[in-house]
């Protein structure tokens, strides 16, 4: 069975300090995978997708990176926090091809003061 | 671009029925699937529509009319468990990004 695994699941981040989540796919391979950034009580705002190795598809001009150094792994990076980076981070990913299923990490809550 | 409306918030008795319905625009359209998350938690899957018509899971059933960029939610038999947020997301033809709606927060009253 395939599984996804995001973490930390909780962090809290001094405004100007670096950031790195981790999310991994196993059980299935080529997934697409996502980022999702969901602000409390609102809804689910796409940043980053990505269809394969090294290929990112940026959504929304951050202050956030995407990177995908293996078929399975996906990461977000911040060089430098902002205040309005806060909120609930969110790893998801597809099966290959056109798909409306999403399967979700756990999330990772980030608090940046 | 998409944009998506769903309704803010929905408040019904346990046993009621609710509809939650959602519009959509969408440059090319490939489907519309249904997501729930309880407070704290991920979202998780519901249903899925590419074609027309009424898909039936359950206590929970999804609508799609194409020809009117319109679909809904249809929770059955409500039960406490079902307070939740639900949203409906597309998926475009031109690529792989699916794209959520603000969600619709769902409270069961006993």
């Known amino acids: 069975s395939q599984t996804i695994h995001q973490w930390p699941a909780t962090l809290v981040q001094p405004v100007g300090s670096p950031l790195s989540l981790e999310c991994t796919v196993e059980g299935t391979s080529n997934p697409n995978l996502y980022w999702y950034r969901q602000a409390a009580g609102r809804g689910l705002q796409l940043l980053f997708y990505?269809?394969?190795?090294?290929?990112i598809s940026s959504e929304v001009p951050q202050n956030l990176s995407a990177s995908r150094p293996q078929d399975r792994q996906f990461i977000l990076s911040s060089k430098k926090l902002l205040l309005s980076d806060s909120g609930f981070y969110l790893c998801?990913?597809?099966?290959?091809?056109?798909?409306?299923?999403?399967?979700f990490g756990e999330g990772s809550r980030l608090t940046v003061l | 671009g998409q944009s998506l409306e769903q309704p803010s918030e929905v408040t019904a008795v346990e046993g009621a029925i609710v509809q939650i319905n959602c519009t959509y625009q969408?440059?090319?359209?490939?489907?519309l699937s249904w997501y729930q998350q309880h407070d704290g938690g991920a979202p998780t899957f519901l249903s899925y529509?590419?074609?027309?018509g009424l898909e039936e899971t359950g206590r929970f059933s999804s609508f799609l009319s194409r020809s009117d960029s319109y679909g809904y939610l249809l929770l059955q038999e409500l039960q406490m468990k079902d307070s939740a947020s639900y949203f409906c997301a597309v998926r475009d033809s031109n690529d792989y990004k699916l794209s959520f709606g603000a969600g619709t927060t769902v409270t069961v009253r006993a």
């Open positions: 529509n590419a074609l027309d």
């Open positions: 990505s269809v394969g190795i090294g290929q």
């Open positions: 969408t440059s090319g359209f490939y489907g």
């Open positions: 998801a990913w597809s099966r290959t091809g056109i798909t409306g299923e999403l399967f």
